[in-house]
């Protein structure tokens, strides 16, 4: 599968400590597998000239003290809190001064953040999206991808995820409703 470098975006969702790291809150050792193909989509990618894109989840210790339903500390339990530890991004991954940062406080990288004015200001139409968790904010920032006009493209073995199970169903999703699902071997850019 082949992509333009010039009209392409890698996007890395929330490969952080609080969910790739062994002392993390929300710990997943499929997360943890998922740090070095990220990191070689990452690579292949900026030697070709593709706009490097991370995400990372960040909440606001009183972010979800007034939810009507919303409420991700219910549903998980405090994690990567603003400021922690756990927020920033997992060690293993070349993160650099160019690469662009979308901090988000949901599962969709596009609701409230500046993603979709960065992409099209850098003129991307299509998104090759690693990171973690498959089956929730890989998903859902794909999923927004696709109804934005984007061509999202998940690379299934560089996705982290809790179950096995969980990733399978995030694959079949995708492929099925709005993008397409490829391995790293299989991606190209040129």
Not at 21 to 32: I, N, Q, T
Not at 69 to 81: K, L
Not at 87 to 110: C, M, N, P, Q, S
Not at 148 to 165: H, M, N, S, T, W
């Amino acid at each position: 599968m082949s992509f333009d470098p010039d009209r392409t975006a890698v996007v890395i969702v929330d490969m952080q400590n609080g969910f790739c790291h062994p002392d993390g809150s929300l710990y997943a050792p499929g997360s943890e597998e998922a740090i070095e193909p990220c990191g070689e989509l990452v690579e292949r990618a900026r030697e070709a000239g593709a706009q490097i894109v991370y995400t990372r989840d960040v909440h606001p210790p009183e972010q979800f003290e007034d939810a009507h339903y919303y409420d991700e500390f219910e549903r998980w339990g405090e994690h990567v809190v603003e400021g922690s530890w756990e927020a920033e991004l997992v060690d293993g991954l070349d993160v650099r001064e160019e690469d662009h940062i979308v901090v988000k406080h949901t599962y969709d990288a596009f609701h409230e953040t500046e993603l979709e004015g960065y992409l099209s200001a850098h003129n991307i139409d299509n998104l090759v999206f690693g990171g973690t968790l498959a089956n929730v904010c890989v998903l859902h920032t794909a999923g927004s991808a696709g109804l934005r006009d984007y061509r999202p493209v998940l690379v299934e073995d560089a996705i982290g995820f809790i179950e096995e199970d969980d990733r399978e169903y995030a694959l079949d999703h995708a492929d099925w409703l709005f993008g397409e699902v490829t391995t790293l071997d299989s991606v190209a850019f040129e």
